[in-house]
Each structure stands twice: as C-alpha cells, then as structure tokens.
C-alpha cells in the first residue's frame, strides 16, 4: 500500500563523473503525501535544489529511486518524464522565471498549453485569487518583485498539479511580500489539495509547513 504522492527512496545524484564528481545527495529517502506542505532547510549546497528536480521530475537520480504520481521517474523515457512532469507538477523559483515577452495572463496559460489543456477563464480566475486582475495584460518587467512571485504562483497552480514545488520563493522578497506569497502558496495549494514541497532559508516561511525536512552535506538530518 502506497499513499505517496511522491517517494524517494535511497535516492542519490552525482553530477559529472571521475575526479571532477560531486555528490550532491547521499541516499535520501523520504515520502510526501496529497495535501502536505514540507519545508527543506539547510545551509547553501547542501543539496536542496537537486532533491526539488529529483522530486519534480526535472532530473533523474544516479542512485536509488524517485515514484512521482506512481510512476518510477528513472524508468521513464525524455519524453514521458516530461509528460509526467507537465501534468503533476507546478514550479515556483526564486527569481520568478516569468517569460519577458509574454503578458502575466499568457505565462499563467503556459502549463495548460503544455498539458494540453483548455485555456477557459483559468489565467482571469487565478489573477483574481492572486490580486492582479488589474495586471492580467501587463508584461513582467511592469509588475513589482512580489507581484512578479504572484503570477508566478498562479501560473504554477494553472493546471492543477498534484505537487507544487517551490524553491526558495520567498528569497528575493520584501519581508511583508514574502509572507503574502506564503499566505497564498499554502492557501491555494491547501483548496486545491496540492502537496508542496519547498526549499527555504527562512524560518517565518518554514513556519507555513506542516512538516521539516534538515538537510546537510547532501542528506537528510
Ligand atoms: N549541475 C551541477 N553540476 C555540478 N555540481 C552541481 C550541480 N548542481 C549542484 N551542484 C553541486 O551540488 C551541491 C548541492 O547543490 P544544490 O542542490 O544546489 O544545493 P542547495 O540548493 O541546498 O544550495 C553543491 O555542492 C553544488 O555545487
Ligand atoms: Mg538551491
């Protein structure tokens, strides 16, 4: 029996191979389930970022095992680890990573149009969730940091993904910016029933977790 909505299990990764190798993450095992909000802290390099792809299937382990969505993402071809990943996850990144040249309502319509999914009112819908009706035509440049991170949570929440990965969201932020995205983040992932896997130096963000995961020297502590 598994209720996980995503497992590691002795899941390690080297980047590069011979004398140049770095281990980044030693034998991590760990399980998230539907409607969880954990918090990874841990000091700088010790491995945050790399279990977030591991976990969001935006890379595969060089040891042990990922099961995302009940599927083991090693096993999966470029291909449907990308399918996988388009359908199940959302992403949040400390510096935004909205696309320049698209409006905040066409960003927030890129992980439908990738899912292949019905554009309907969603991008209308989340602005309003988020406070940025009155930007729903502007381009990123035009938005605040904090209403960048805004659209940047609803685009990641745009097409219902299961598990919501946010790495170091807050990072970039003004202290009362942050603790919106964080009243936001575990509101719309709480209604929606999306687990959040989040990676943070900030303890008044770790505090929205229902669950702390320590991490040093590459694994759980
Ligand atoms: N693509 C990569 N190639 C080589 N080394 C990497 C790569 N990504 C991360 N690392 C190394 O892996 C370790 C863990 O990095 P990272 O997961 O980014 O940690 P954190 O997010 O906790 O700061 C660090 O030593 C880092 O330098
Ligand atoms: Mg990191």
Known sequence: MDDALVRAEGAGKRYGSGS???TALRAVTLAVAPGEFVALMGRSGCGKTTLLNLLGAMDTPTAGEIW?????TSSLSDNDLTALRRRSVGFVFQAFHLLPTLSVREN???P?????????????????????AHKLEAFPHQLSGGEQQRAALARALAHHPPLV???????????????RI???LAGLAGEAGA????????TEAARWATRIIEMSDGEVV
């Not at 439908?112 to 940025?132: F, K, Q």
């Open 20 to 22: 140049g190798a770095v």
């Open 68 to 72: 995302l969505a009940g599927q083991r």
């Open 108 to 110: 927030i319509e890129v």
């Open 112 to 132: 439908l149009l990738l899912a292949g999914l019905p554009l309907g009112a969603r991008a209308r819908e989340l602005t309003e969730r988020v406070e940025l």
């Open 165 to 179: 990965i946010a790495d170091e969201p807050t990072g970039n932020l003004d202290s009362h910016s942050a603790a």
């Open 182 to 184: 964080m009243e936001l």
């Open 195 to 202: 687990a959040v896997i989040m990676a943070t130096h900030s």
